[in-house]
């Protein structure tokens, strides 16, 4: 975690075979999946990120997927640093 000016940023990368640019918005909509070999069958409705992005809206702040120099993905939230005084 670190502080981007106003916001704190969090991020989780992996390395797998990552998220196409042409999905990464899609990916935050209820019941998307990007691999067709994820099913309901083995675990999971598809509705993690949509609710994740769906908080940090709520919070003011963002949820983004980009992909890493490196390659694999990389979701960034990025919430608002509120300053609570002494």
């Given amino acids: 975690m670190r502080r981007h000016r106003t916001l704190a940023e969090l991020s989780v990368s992996d390395d797998g075979a990552g998220i196409p640019e042409s999905e990464r918005e899609r990916i935050f909509g209820a019941v998307a999946r990007v691999d067709a070999a994820r099913s309901r069958d083995r675990g999971g409705t598809g509705l993690g990120l949509a609710i994740a992005r ?33």
Avoid: C, K, V
């Avoid at 702040?61 to 992909?67: H, K, P, R, W």
């Fill in 54 to 86: 769906h908080i940090a809206h709520g919070h003011s702040g963002t949820l983004e997927a980009e992909e890493p120099a490196a390659g694999g993905a990389r979701l960034i939230l990025r919430p608002p640093i509120h300053d609570l005084g002494p």
